[in-house]
């Protein structure tokens, strides 16, 4: 077996779904993203909070370090089938 075999395919992702209502904009996604995908937007939520926005989608790579420090479970990353 060869490098390219061994492998796993690339995970793409077809979308970042942020719930607004839930972000209570404490920027752990932004920290943590590995890739500087997300980033904390300049206009705030119904509570006053900032949440984050995706900047850079075409960086992520499904690693779903977001989802899993979002304290709120607001968060979502959906892969492509």
């Known amino acids: 077996m060869d490098k390219e075999e061994k492998q796993e395919p690339k995970k793409r992702v077809k979308a970042i779904h942020i719930d607004q209502k839930l972000c209570k904009g404490c920027e752990l996604c932004t920290h943590f993203c590995p890739h500087n995908v997300l980033e904390k937007s300049e206009k705030p ?14 960086n992520c790579k499904a690693c779903k370090f977001c989802e899993l420090y979002c304290p709120e479970l607001a968060i979502y990353v959906e892969e492509e089938s």
């Open 45 to 58: 939520n119904e509570q006053g909070y900032y949440p984050p926005i995706p900047v850079n989608i075409k």
